[in-house]
């Protein structure tokens, strides 16, 4: 079975960090490029980082530029996500998602809930 | 960045209901956008690519079409399990861009 499974999420203090993970199961991972769409409470969805198979190519978002951070390890079939100096607007749904090129997002993990306030 | 603006943000409707759901895009895209559904605390599911391809195990009720600026969803005849919430997504450059949203509500 294909699936990603988020982990990481919590509630951290405003200027904090914290580092979540995506586990890949059930296809090749290394063949994927790898997202992060994430959902503040009530709102639509927002798309904040992509990196590419290889891990070779990253993309962000302005909201996240300079803040956080993806990377990868395709030996652990891992994808990462470091946020650092976090916002009360980083509060949301954080949800990975697998891509091929030139593809929509066509597996999504469950999500995992971060919540930043003091 | 390309601006993808989806109408209506809200839509009622019943069972049986012809559901149309419009994206814009503030530039061409082409044919790269995708239609996703979402049901409340549930991840988005991927129901169309590429403007107009039908996911696999998509009931054939649901269809995509336009290309270009202006795209749309339609559900030929809303069932039960269609009230949700739906989004349109560009994937011709980074960064990737959402539309707002549009809840199908029961009416």
């Known amino acids: 079975e294909v699936r990603l499974l988020e982990s990481g999420g919590g509630l951290v203090q405003p200027g904090g960090s914290l580092r979540l993970s995506c586990a890949a199961s059930g296809f090749t991972f290394s063949t994927y490029a790898m997202n992060w769409v994430r959902q503040a409470p009530g709102k639509g969805l927002e798309w904040v980082l992509a990196?590419?198979?290889?891990?070779?190519?990253?993309y962000y978002a302005d909201s996240v530029k300079g803040r956080f951070t993806i990377s990868r390890d395709n030996s652990k079939n891992t994808m990462y996500l470091q946020m650092n100096s976090l916002r009360a607007e980083d509060t949301a749904v954080y949800y990975c998602a697998r891509r091929i090129p030139n593809y929509a997002m066509d597996v999504w993990g469950q999500g995992t809930t971060v919540t930043v306030s003091s | 960045d390309i601006q993808m603006t989806q109408s209506p943000s809200t839509l009622s409707a019943s069972v049986g209901d012809r559901v149309t759901i419009i994206c814009r895009a503030s530039?061409?895209?082409?044919?790269?956008l995708a239609w996703y559904q979402q049901k409340p605390g549930k991840a988005p599911k991927l129901l169309i690519s590429k403007a107009s391809r039908l996911e696999s195990g998509v009931p054939s009720r649901f269809s995509g079409s336009g290309s270009g600026t202006e795209l749309t969803l339609t559900i030929s005849s809303l069932q039960p399990d269609d009230f949700a919430s739906y989004y349109c997504?560009?994937?011709?450059?980074?960064?990737?861009?959402f539309g707002g949203g549009t809840k199908v509500e029961i009416k």
């Open positions: 997504q560009q994937y011709y450059r980074y960064p990737l861009t």
């Open positions: 530039q061409s895209i082409d044919s790269w």
């Open positions: 990196i590419s198979d290889s891990g070779g190519d990253t």
